[in-house]
Every structure is written in C-alpha cells, then in structure tokens.
C-alpha cells in the first residue's frame, strides 16, 4: 500500500467541481483503498488547471506536502497532474480499434501524471489558495468569506448532483481508476469501493465521515439483491434456500422499482420471478425492510459521526461494514450522549488521565501515578483518585464492541430467563387487592410464578405473557448468563489485544477490578434490557402472524351453500336477542326481539318462541347464524328447542361477532340500514357472516375481528398493516365481482383503495353495469398502470366472452385463446373461437367441449412446457391459465372446502352432559402456537393442546422444527375430538 498510487480522472460535465471538492472525494476514496498517495488528473482546458498556474508556488515547499487533514487520515492527495483534453475525452471511443489505441494513450498519460506529481513542490498554502480560487489581490478576510461561499454554492449545484447515489449512471459519474487504468468493476470492489459523499462533508474537507458503501443506494441493484439475500438468510434459512440471487432481483424490481401490489407480482408476474408464491414473495419484501431499516440505521450513524467530528478510521470501517444493527449500536454506544455518569465526573476532574497511564507499563506504583491527582477538594486520598479513574476504566469497557458481542452470545447461548412473584404480584395471587386488572393477569400467569428456562427455548407466547405480568408489576424477570468471556473480551481490548499482558506496580488489579464493575453494572443490565426486548419483538412478529393466519382463514371460509334466507341472532340478557332475517344477498327482510325463556316469565318465554318460529316459517329461513358474546349459550338452547318444535330442515351456526358492535356504530352501517335501529344492525351483520364471511368481514376494522392472541401487546401500527396486507391478500385470491362488490370490498383490491372504489361505485350506480373489464377505463383515476394492477383480481360474471368470469389477465387473452385453437384441432367440428386470437369472445361451450383436455395438461409440467413454447409464454403463466380455464367462474372457497364448509348443527349440547372419552364435532374458533380452541357447542371453547394433535412423522424426528399448528388447522374448519378432560 505504501507504494501504490491511486489516480482519478474527471468527467467533462465535472471540469467546473473546484480542486478542493476533486480533492475531498480522493481522498476519501484513497482511504477506503488504504493506499498512501492520490493523484487528480486534470486536462489543460480545466477550469481549475487555469486557477493552479495562476498561483505562484512558496519557496522551500517539500514535494507532495500534505496539509494538516491529510496527515490525519495519512494520505497525500496535494499532488495535481496536468494531461492532455484527450484524457477526459478518451471514454467516448466508438470502434475497437480506436478504444485500444486510447486504452494505450490514457496509460501513457497516467504514467506522465504520476511522474509529475512526484516532482512536484507545491506547499499546502499554495494548494488551498488554488483549490479556492483565491487570488493574492483577494486574501482578506471578507473576500476569503465570499470564495468559501461561492464554493458552497458551487458544491450545492454540482457535486452533489454527481454524485447523487439514486442516478443510473452512478458508477461513471464518479469513477476512481488505478493506475494500470482499470475501473472499479467486481462486484465486491463496487460494493464497498465506491464512495458517496454530501456536499457539506466536501465544503469542510471532511469526505471520510460522510463515506457511504455503493450497496445503500438503490441504483446498485446487485449489492441491494445480495443484502437482501444475507437478511433473508437470517430470517428465514430454508425460504433462503429455496430462493436465487436471480428471484430476489426479479421481485425487488418488481416490488420496489416498478411499485407493483405484492398479490398481482405472485399471480401474474411468475414468468419474472420464476414462481415464486405470495410467501416467498413476503419474505423477500420482510428482508428489503430490514436491510433498509439497515441502512438508514448506518446513514443515521454517520451523520452523528460527521456531528461530532468523529475521524477515526477504525470507527467509520466498523459502521460501513457493519451487517447488522446491533453492530452499528455496538460502535455507536461510546458516542451515545447519555444523563451525567460517573465516568463524567471522573473525566470532568481530569481523572481520564491516570485511567489512561493504569493500562500502561511504566515505572512506579499506582499510589504515585494517582497522588497528583489528589487536590484535598474533591479528590482528597489516594484512593478517591484511583476510584475516579476506574469509573473511567469501567465505562470503557461496557462500550468495548467485542465485550458487547461476547456478552450477547453468552445470553442467548446459555442465557436462562427466571421469573418470581413480586409483593404486589404475591397480594395479587392470593386476592388481596382490589385492582381487578392485576387479580387478572396474576391468574393468567400462575404457572410462570416460580419459571426458569433457557433463552433458546422460550416460545413467543411464554414472552408475551411474561412480559405483560413484567409491565403489570406482578412478576418479577431476570435473565441470568456468564459474564466471564464479556470480561475477558474487555481487558484485552483495553491491554491493547492481550488479556494476559501483567502490568506492573499494581496496576493490572486496579484495571481487572474496574473491568469487572463496569461488565456487571453497566454492560449486563444493558445486555439484558436488548435480549429481552429480542424476545418481545419476536413474539409480537408471531403473534402478528398468527392473527394475520387465522384472519385469511376466516376471510377464506366457504360461502353458506345453498344460498338461502338467514336468521341472524344477536344474543343479550338484558335488552333481549335481536333478530334480523336477511335474503339469499344479504339484503333485510325483517326484524324482532325475544327475550331469553332462562330469565323470562313463561308466558313472556312462549310469546318469545312464537315470534321467532313465526319469522323462520314466514320468511322460509334455513339457516340461524347465533353470536358467540354474551348469552351465545343460553341462545342456542332455547333457539335449537324452537327448531325442534317446528321441525323441518333448519340448522344453526355459531359465528363470532367480533366488530359487529363497531359496525353497527359505523358510517358504513348508517348508509347501507339507514332506517334500522343501531341495535338491530349487529344482527344483519351476524346473518350476512354466515352467508359470506368476506363480504361482510371486509366492512370492519381487521384489528377489531379478535382471532388472535395477545393483540393488545403489539404495535398497533404492525399489526394494521399487516392484517390490511392479509385482507388484500385474500380478497385477491377470491376476486370481486365488479358490478355487485360493495364499495368495501372493492377498496380491498390490490391497489385500489377506498377513494377509486368508491369512483368506480358511482360511475356503476351512473352509467349502469360493466358490460365488460375494459369499460373500467372509463372510470376517473383508473389510468393504465392501476388497470394492469387491479383488473386481474375483478370479474364480470355476466359478460359475453366466458374469460371475463375468471382470474385470467386480459393481457393473457391472446394466449388463453391461442391455446384453445391449438386444442379444438383435433376435434372434428373446429369452432373458430375468433378470426385474430386478441379480438372476439370465448364460449362456455367451449370450454365445456375441451374440460378433460385441459384438465390433462394442467398438471402435466411436460406438456405446459411444449403449448408454451408453441405459444411463446412461460409454463406457469400457463399453468395458471389452464386452471382458470378448467373451472371458469367458480369461488375458490367452495372449490375445495371439505373440512370448512359451512356445516350447521342441529342439536345442543351441555357441558355437564359431558365425559371423558366422548367423540365430538367442533369448529375452530382460533389457532395459537400452543394448540387450537375448539367451539364444540357448550358455551365454552375447548383446547386441543399441541402435544396432542396427530403430527406428520418428519416432525417427530431428532432436530426438526416444532409443530405449527397452523400447518394442519385453520379457523373454521369443522375437527373431530375427544374429549379428554372437562375442568368445569
């Protein structure tokens, strides 16, 4: 390094960039490439080659002086060349011929450079002067000011132009050659070579604090694909796996660049990605945000560096480089402005410096390094020094980086987490306070009062409830691990790299004494707020996941088939059980109220059974769709005595009415039941459930529909959008019919919302129905980008042309009818499906006639692979193509509902009348990581725990993941149990 020169030429837009700024980049450049010498090259028409020669050299100036910055990052970049115009010109070559015989000219000219700027003799005021642009006429004070002003503004319009990490030409704007000429061009050299520099880092002539690696601007999608690949890796090591470098560039180009919706990239865009799924898909947008929270963590680390003027190379390599963020705190920590320690006062009474002379050998004793220090004041003995100096000592080595990462794998390698009652907590558990909230979760947590486990093995619902007794002083939590490597890692970053190195004079035990305080009372309780903070935030991710889960299963819940009227029934002691009778689309009937027989005289109880047998037999209802709140068990007997006096073929169902009190409140409900009673409306929500639960779900907040588990300890803001991405999700899979959807479930559209939903609703209501998917063009706002992003996931089931009622893009047309040619050929009556395959209607019919060829093929990888290259389309386009075509216009709830269809139950039971060992049919009300809660139909929920539930043999093996309860069950999905155990 010592002997090799770096050398950088100019861009002909860059000639007007003062020397000063040319100067700072190199320099900053030269570091990174931790060589000793730069060189600018500059051609003799440059502007700032005119202000060089215009300034006469100082007599007695050493060659290649460097000025006071320059000695301090220890790198010479005085020395300016002058060469030929055709230097900067040389890039422009056409032929091959032309670019060799320039290839050679530029090496010459390289070489010529270097050698001249080994002769020169310029002094470093002569450089400044130069590289301001003052003259010797100018150099006072003021007119100094004004060239400094006009070289900030100079950098504002240009420097920080060119070298604006979001250009597409980033790496010519700025490109740093060595001198053999060769660009930075690998992609490890490009990723952390090129250097982005903001102009007030160049007016200060301070470049090396504001060094930025090339892979934190979105420009370099190589080094953004390959971060994005490391944080996948760390969050999910078998989806890493299972993804290319190539697929994760496809979908941040699509995801981020082109700003597609994450559903229609995974439906319609699998020719680019190579069929990645919606998870997947999510994985790689999760990684994208971690590696931009990354890097705005570095960025944001850097300004405070530049704002304390902090040089150190070591600590601006360490942040640059930095892969996680507990890095960046790591190197951050000692720079962290904290309230007024005791290391401060020490450092305040000039005890910074006997901290300093302890950890160095040298003659005497601690008593005669610490005795000047002693001024009868503050520091009055001996021992009141050294003290001071090992509060100094211990802070040092709780902010020593490898202390901090050998603490942090200590905690999570063999870190165990305990938990104890805590004097409230005590009173609480016993009932000796009237705070019910704490009476509450003291209950809730009685089996964590006297819990140890180790940190690798807490399981995110254990931390959530742990957390939430921690919050409400009920339990107490400590995390207990080794500080013996923190301890050890910190003496010999402070002996300078050898732990063992005995200084003498009694200074070793002073420095082991201060180390050891500063570990256990200032690095360890710091340790341990992070780990536990790790912990929460892993729990909170899976208790956002779990809702999310359970939400999209709820959403996916087969429609009731057949469709019929509803009775919804929303029970209540009180005010008595609202009823509302809804039709076969949702729309009211009729209203009632009855009052529960269970309170009720028995004249008032059989008025009660006449008025809801009158409504059930009046309006033909054959399906009761029953609340799960207050009063839901005590409904359903008197409503299954009223079905049995009847008789008949009607059924009942349970359905949460999680929101439906939020609902009836809203603005929502007021529009569409404007003359109902808002009492009454929660019971059309209840019925309108049972008949299709997205329809109806789509109209409430995601948060207020309750399937989940610790929801109230989450972010508030995770949580929404992670549930709105669920919604979205689902409603895509599903699609919208464009002329009948509520404006509620148009604005769950991928890239709809709320405000184009509601255009294309009254441009409905105004022009009448959608004829077909084209004519939403029509509608303002719906330009061709939203169009290609929404269109896919709506339907016009009344259309002429039979591929309107599927999930088929209408830029898939031509291929969808080509297809069909390719398969009617050998029939022997064709049917010419249109005379140019982008133009005409497709049939029922003849889809009808081709089913069982289509069904052939579809899962046929060969034979998609050989239509597709007929067709010139990719097989999963295809694939997917085939599929819609096999099942035109069929929901895919109902397609395969099996378990979770919409079963109705046609007798209740009680929970005394049940035993042990006794077969049930349930429902699933919810999925947690611990198991599933069951509604079998008793008034409470039963719990099927994890270590229960029938597994798949690979999870029973040595080493394999824990079973997830979400792979084998979902919300609404009817299960056979037995009972094992009833705890009444």
């Known amino acids: 390094p010592a002997r090799r020169t770096l050398v950088a030429t100019v861009r002909d837009d860059a000639r007007n960039v003062p020397l000063a700024a040319r100067r700072a980049v190199v320099r900053a450049c030269a570091v990174r490439a931790r060589v000793a010498r730069a060189t600018i090259v500059i051609d003799e028409d440059d502007d700032a080659a005119r202000v060089f020669r215009a300034r006469p050299r100082r007599a007695g100036a050493s060659a290649g002086a460097g000025d006071a910055g320059d000695d301090a990052q220890g790198v010479d970049c005085d020395a300016v060349a002058l060469a030929s115009a055709s230097v900067a010109s040389s890039a422009r070559a056409v032929d091959l011929e032309e670019a060799q015989r320039q290839k050679e000219a530029r090496k010459a000219a ?7 700027s080994a002769k020169s003799g310029r002094g470093e005021s002569a450089f400044d002067d130069a590289a301001y642009g003052v003259s010797e006429e100018s150099r006072t004070p003021n007119a100094h000011s004004r060239q400094e002003e006009g070289l900030k503004e100079a950098l504002r319009n240009n420097v920080d132009v060119i070298f604006d990490g979001k250009k597409k030409e980033t790496e010519r704007n700025l490109t740093f050659r060595r001198a053999s000429a060769r660009p930075y ?73 082109d700003q597609c919706t994450l559903p229609f990239v995974a439906r319609y865009r699998k020719e680019r990605t190579q069929g990645l799924d919606e998870l997947q898909l999510r994985c790689v947008e999760k990684a994208a945000r971690r590696y931009e929270a990354l890097e705005a963590k570095r960025a944001s680390a850097l300004d405070a560096l530049q704002k304390l003027e902090i040089r150190d190379a070591d600590v601006l390599r360490a942040v640059t480089s930095a892969s996680t963020l507990e890095a960046i705190e790591d190197v951050m920590q000692k720079f962290r402005t904290k309230a007024t320690s005791r290391a401060d006062r020490a450092r305040s009474l000039k005890c910074d410096a006997l901290a300093e002379a ?39 080595a709780a902010n020593e980086t490898a202390a901090r990462a050998a603490a942090r794998s200590a905690i999570w390698s063999y870190g165990a987490l305990a938990c104890a009652l805590t004097a409230d907590g005590k009173a609480a558990a016993s009932g000796k306070v009237e705070d019910k909230t704490m009476k509450k979760i003291a209950d809730a947590v009685r089996d964590y009062y006297e819990f140890s486990a180790p940190m690798r093995r807490i399981k995110p619902h254990q931390t959530l409830a742990i957390m939430r007794a921690e919050n409400a002083k009920v339990l107490r939590v400590k995390i207990d691990f080794d500080l013996k490597g923190a301890t050890s890692a910190a003496m010999k970053a402070l002996l300078g790299g050898d732990q063992n190195r005995r200084l003498g004079g ?50 996916l819940q087969a429609p009731l088939k057949p469709a019929s009227c509803v009775l919804g029934v929303d029970p209540a002691y009180r005010t008595g059980c609202k009823l509302a009778v809804v039709d076969e689309r949702g729309q009211l009937l009729d209203t009632g109220v009855v009052r529960l027989p269970q309170i009720e005289s028995k004249a008032k109880a059989d008025e009660g059974a006449k008025t ?58 007021a529009k569409e039941l404007p003359n109902i009673d808002v009492s009454l409306r929660g019971a059309v929500s209840i019925a309108r459930r049972l008949q299709d639960p997205m329809a109806e779900l789509v ?24 549930l709105t991405a669920t919604v979205e999700s689902a409603v895509a899979q599903v699609g919208a019919n464009l002329n009948t959807s509520s404006q509620s479930l148009l604005s769950r559209i991928p890239g709809l919302g709320p405000s184009l939903a509601g255009k294309i609703v009254r441009h409905r209501d105004e022009c009448g129905s959608f004829a077909e998917r084209s004519a939403l063009k029509n509608v303002p706002g719906v330009g061709a980008k939203t169009f290609e992003q929404i269109i896919g996931f709506l339907r016009v089931p009344d259309a002429k042309d039979v591929l309107e009622h599927t999930s088929v893009h209408p830029e898939s047309y031509g291929i969808a009818r080509r297809l069909l040619k390719t398969l009617d050929i050998a029939e022997s009556s064709v049917v010419d ?43 999963l386009t295809l694939r997917d193509i085939v599929s819609d075509l096999c099942a035109p216009g069929e929901d895919v709830r109902g397609a395969d ?88």
């Open 110 to 116: 390289l070489r010529a450079a270097a050698d001249a």
């Open 185 to 257: 061009r690998s992609k490890r050299t490009r990723a952390h070579a090129l250097i982005f520099v903001r102009y007030e880092a160049l007016a200060v002539g301070d470049a090396v604090s504001f060094a930025r690696r090339a892979s934190s601007s979105t420009s370099s999608v190589v080094s953004r694909a390959a971060a994005v690949e490391l944080h996948l890796s760390r969050d999910d090591a078998d989806t890493a796996r299972a993804i290319s470098r190539a697929q994760i560039e496809a979908a941040l180009a699509l995801l981020i660049d």
């Open 358 to 396: 302890l950890i160095r050998d040298g003659p005497g004793g601690i008593e005669s390094l610490a005795r000047p220090y002693v001024n009868g004041d503050a520091i009055k003995t001996v021992e009141d020094a050294l003290k001071f100096a090992k509060d100094v000592l211990a802070e040092r």
């Open 506 to 555: 009694g200074r070793y035990g002073v420095v082991r004494d201060a180390v050891e305080d500063g570990i256990k009372r200032l690095l360890a309780p710091s340790i341990e707020r992070e780990a536990k903070g790790k912990l929460k935030a892993e729990a909170m991710e899976r208790a956002i996941g779990d809702f999310g889960a359970n939400l999209r299963a709820l959403l």
């Open 612 to 669: 809801l047998s009158a409504l059930i037999k009046r309006w033909n209802v054959r399906a009761i769709a029953i609340g799960d709140g207050v009063a839901s068990r005590e409904t359903e007997t008197f409503i299954a005595d009223v079905v049995k006096s009847i008789g008949g073929d009607v059924g009942w169902r349970v359905v949460s009415e999680a929101g439906a009190s939020v609902y009836s409140a809203s603005e929502l409900a």
């Open 699 to 722: 109209k409430i907040d995601p948060a207020a529909i309750g399937v989940g588990l610790y929801q109230h300890d989450v972010k508030e803001k995770d949580l929404a959008n992670a």
């Open 833 to 875: 499906l249109t005379a140019d395959e982008d133009v005409g209607t497709t049939s029922m019919d003849v889809l009808r006639r081709l089913k069982h060829k289509l069904s052939e093929i579809k899962d046929d990888v060969t034979a998609l692979k050989s239509y597709a290259a007929q067709l010139r389309c990719h097989h």
């Open 897 to 984: 509902a099996g378990s979770r269809a919409n079963t109705l139950r046609t007798h209740a039971l009680t929970i005394d009348a049940l035993t042990p060992g006794d077969a049930i049919t349930g429902v699933v009300r919810n999925v947690v990581p611990f198991g599933i809660f069951v509604d079998i139909g008793v008034g409470r929920d039963a719990l099927l725990h994890v270590t229960a539930m029938q597994k798949q043999p690979s999870s029973s093996f040595a080493g394999a993941k824990p079973f997830d309860p979400h792979s084998a069950y979902a919300v609404g999905q009817t299960v056979q149990v037995i009972i094992h155990d009833v705890d009444t």
